[in-house]
């Protein structure tokens, strides 16, 4: 194994089902259309690097036997994809040191903001993490990371390349349009996790066909699509698409 990535979370921001057991066009008794927010981890035979903290965190931790990551990267600050964040509370308190927390410069001061706890500690509860700007190319064990930023509305995400041993997997979530930076980091890549919230188009997501085009163009050995709502039934997409895209799942593990 150069590379390990699991799905923690494949859901949009409401999740799937939504609230009041509203499934839409998703088959309840597909155990994988049960979607919880968006997450994954990323690891190397020594480090783990979770990408961002879900309000689910701590279920998706539960769900698949993880108490310990080396690092934790938020894409942006919107609450579907941080405010799981003192769910690391727990991972602290294997080690008692602050876990390293990369964000873009604007994204990482809206969280200490919002989180100054977390980053600064409180009374007698020590900080639980160590907020570091994402600026350019870094190493995280033995794991490199570059970011591209992506429009996602008013406001960019962070689109993350991590290789290891000549693997590589890329993480696209959350962005309404393609930049040709964005294509620059993504191509040829062995596996593209990528937003495809729905079919119809969104003013600030990725849709289906968008997806798709984007695919083609990337070239990747494999695509795993999540950051999808409860129009997108797993079966019904394993009917329609290629053989080398798939949709993703909460659980879903693959070792490239």
Same mark, same amino acid.
């Given at each position: ?20 057991? *509203?499934? !839409? /066009? &998703? ?10 927010? $968006?997450? #994954?981890?990323? +690891?190397?035979?020594?480090?783990? #690097?979770? $990408? ?40 602290? @308190? @294997?080690?008692?040191?602050? #876990?390293? !927390? ?7 001061? /809206? ?17 639980? &993490? ?8 870094? +190493? ?15 406001? =960019? ?5 991590? +290789?290891? @041993? !000549?693997?590589?997997? &890329? ?5 309404? *349009? ?10 040829? &890549? ?13 003013? =600030?997501?990725?849709?289906? *066909?968008? =997806? ?13 699509? =999540?950051?999808?709502?409860? /129009? ?5 997409? #394993? ?5 080398? $895209?798939?949709?993703?799942?909460? !659980? ?5």
């Amino acid at each position: 194994m150069a590379l390990k990535l699991t799905i923690l979370g494949s859901g949009t921001s409401s999740g799937v089902p939504r609230i009041g057991n *509203d499934w !839409g /066009s &998703c088959d309840a008794n597909e155990p994988k259309n049960r979607r919880s927010r $968006v997450s #994954i981890l990323v +690891e190397s035979p020594t480090t783990r #690097i979770l $990408v961002d903290t879900s309000p689910d965190l701590r279920n998706q931790f539960l769900d698949n036997g993880i108490d310990r990551i080396d690092a934790v990267i938020w894409t942006h600050d919107h609450a579907d994809h941080c405010h799981g964040i003192d769910d690391l509370r727990a991972v602290f @308190q @294997q080690t008692r040191k602050p #876990i390293p !927390g990369y964000a873009r410069p604007f994204a990482l001061e /809206s969280l200490k903001l919002r989180f100054a706890y977390a980053f600064k500690g409180h009374d007698y509860y020590p900080s639980i &993490c160590e907020g570091i700007a994402l600026e350019g190319a870094v +190493e995280i064990g033995d794991i490199a990371v570059r970011y591209v930023d992506q429009p996602h509305g008013a406001i =960019t995400s962070a689109g993350l390349r991590f +290789e290891h @041993q !000549g693997k590589s997997i &890329c993480y696209a979530t959350d962005f309404g *349009d393609v930049t040709a930076e964005m294509q620059g980091l993504y191509r040829n &890549c062995d596996l593209f996790v990528v937003d495809a919230l729905r079919d119809k188009p969104h003013p =600030t997501h990725a849709h289906l *066909d968008m =997806t798709l085009a984007l695919i083609d163009e990337m070239q990747p050995e494999l695509s795993l699509l =999540t950051h999808m709502d409860n /129009s997108m039934d797993y079966n019904h997409l #394993i009917g329609i698409l290629p053989e080398h $895209v798939r949709p993703a799942y909460d !659980g879903y593990m693959k070792e490239i």
